[in-house]
């Protein structure tokens, strides 16, 4: 089944303490971005990555770390949380965008959802 | 930064009406997708459209694409339960970024 897999679903954590949401996609795909997603404000790029090695900012990226060592996998690091960085966290991935008259997304395959508390 | 700006924040009807989520932004884009999530899970894809003026249809779900591709509108017909959720649209702009709105939260009540 193609799927994208975040892990863990639910975290709790202490101002400070490093942690690693991992993300993995069985799909082949090259694309892959991390998401924030706070009421009222919708989903907020963090990070993506276009292939193996190559990573880029997105909207909110302060405080976040990520790598992509292999093509299926794509993990979200926060060195130091803090609780501002409370939220509900998606990993997504799709084919490459394309270039045809215009920039045009293919589908945004999404994983279940991360929900961290940064106390 | 490109702003999408989706309407109603929230809407909450009876089975059996219409309604309609407008999706706008002041920037052209190049392609909008819309997305429904359901609690406790991702986004999942319900339509692309590309072409100024584009309608698709998804059984009772009629989505346009302005004809200055700044905007989007999307139709429910005869509204059922199972189309509660929350709405998000999504436009890919100039900087081959997604840029997603705030969302539309949309309550069907049997």
């Known amino acids: 089944e193609a799927q994208v897999t975040q892990n863990p679903r639910y975290l709790i954590t202490v101002t400070g303490k490093k942690l690693t949401v991992t993300c993995s996609q069985n799909?082949?795909?090259?694309?892959m971005s991390w998401y924030r997603q706070d009421p009222g404000l919708g989903l907020r790029q963090i990070y993506y990555?276009?292939?193996?090695?190559?990573?880029d900012k997105g909207d909110v990226p302060e405080g976040y770390k990520v790598s992509r060592k292999e093509k299926r996998n794509f993990p979200l690091i926060l060195e130091s949380p803090s609780p501002n960085q409370t939220s509900l966290y998606f990993c997504?991935?799709?084919?490459?965008?394309?270039?045809?008259?215009?920039?045009?997304?293919?589908?945004?395959?999404f994983g279940p959802g991360t929900r961290l508390t940064v106390l | 930064t490109q702003l999408l700006e989706q309407s109603p924040q929230f809407l909450s009807i009876q089975e059996g009406e219409n309604l309609t989520v407008y999706c706008n932004s002041s920037?052209?884009?190049?392609?909008l997708q819309w997305y429904r999530q359901e609690p406790g899970e991702g986004p999942v894809l319900l339509v692309t459209?590309?072409?100024g003026g584009e309608v698709k249809k998804l059984k009772r779900l009629t989505f346009q694409f302005g004809d200055a591709r700044k905007d989007s509108s999307l139709h429910i017909t005869a509204a059922q339960p199972g189309d509660t959720g929350l709405y998000l649209c999504?436009?890919?702009?100039?900087?081959?970024?997604?840029?997603w709105g705030a969302g539309t939260k949309l309550i069907i009540k049997p």
């Open positions: 997504a991935s799709s084919l490459l965008p394309s270039l045809a008259g215009g920039w045009s997304y293919n589908e945004q395959f």
């Open positions: 999504a436009g890919a702009d100039s900087n081959y970024q997604l840029i």
């Open positions: 459209v590309v072409t």
């Open positions: 990555s276009m292939n193996v090695e190559v990573t």
């Open positions: 920037s052209v884009f190049s392609s």
């Open positions: 799909m082949n795909h090259e694309y």
